[in-house]
């Protein structure tokens, strides 16, 4: 990694809303495979970063680069098509559809092939074969019949990172991959994770210190809109700053 160019770049990436300067100056890098995590306390503007990277949100000034291409006035969707992967704590799923059918539509988007109810299935096979390859991958295969409304909120998370990855992300945006699943459980969010494709370089924001710390290869803090510091857990579970500010008394010595 060290030496390869940045996949993700901002620089001086600034946001405000009113007066409020809720994203500051931020230099941020992250590099091609990459596992990298932020964290912060309420409200430091981890989302609103992680929307000014998808283009969800503006910035008031600054730039981010995918793959080194100033995308800082593209769309949401343009920045998708070149390779920037999301999954939205709020669902964007198909409720009425079953498991199998949205993650064959992103597919079949991503692949540019027209869904027809008139198509053999022999001229889908490739797409089927891959839709069976992402279900078992998040391990939804058991449940590719069922309707994704009917699933519970955990798997619909699952789901969502089969749909991005369908979209052959260079880089994965994971926006608390485990709201809503009880932390006993956020173990099964970190089995996927490590059974992503090595080369995508996941970006992940979560409340869950367990995992973000067996998850990332390094983290960045953020406070009050600005990077306070970066480095392997190790590094951030041992800083004084970080601890006072954030993780308080609990004791996160990376596991
Ligand atoms: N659309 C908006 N309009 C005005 N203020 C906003 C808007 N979105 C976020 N903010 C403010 O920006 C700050 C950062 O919010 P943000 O949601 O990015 O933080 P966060 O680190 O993701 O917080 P949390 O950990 O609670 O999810 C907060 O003070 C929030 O109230």
Redesign the pocket.
């Known amino acids: 990694m060290v030496g390869s160019a940045p996949i993700l770049e901002t620089r001086k990436l600034t946001r405000f809303?009113?007066p409020?300067r809720?994203?500051g100056d931020v230099d941020f890098a992250l590099h091609p495979g990459e596992r990298r995590a932020i964290i912060?306390?309420?409200?430091?503007?981890?989302?609103?970063?992680?929307?000014l990277l998808s283009g969800r949100?503006a910035p008031s000034s600054g730039q981010v680069l995918l793959a080194g291409q100033n995308v800082t006035a593209m769309s949401e969707a343009g920045r998708i098509k070149q390779g920037m992967g999301r999954t939205f704590q709020i669902t964007s799923l198909f409720p009425n559809l079953s498991v199998r059918k949205n993650v064959f539509l992103a597919v079949a988007e991503h692949e540019g092939v027209a869904w027809s109810m008139f198509r053999s299935a022999a001229a889908h096979r490739d797409q089927f074969e891959r839709v069976d390859e992402l279900l078992g991958r998040v391990g939804l295969a058991d449940v590719a019949e069922v309707k994704a409304q009917d699933l519970p909120y955990g798997r619909q998370r699952l789901l969502e990172i089969a749909v991005a990855l369908a979209l052959r992300p260079k880089v994965l945006l994971l926006d608390?991959p485990a709201a809503g699943i009880p932390t006993s459980e956020s173990h099964i969010i970190l089995s996927i994770l490590d059974t992503l494709p090595k080369d995508i370089a996941v970006l992940l924001?979560d409340?869950d210190m367990d995992l973000v710390f067996r998850f990332a290869q390094r983290i960045t803090v953020?406070v009050q809109?600005s990077i306070m510091v970066e480095g392997t857990p190790a590094e951030i579970a041992a800083n004084e700053r970080v601890r006072k500010i954030y993780l308080g008394e609990s004791d996160h010595a990376a596991a």
């Open positions: 809303f009113g409020v809720v994203t912060g306390p309420n409200g430091a503007g981890k989302t609103t970063f992680v929307n949100l608390e924001i409340h953020l809109g």
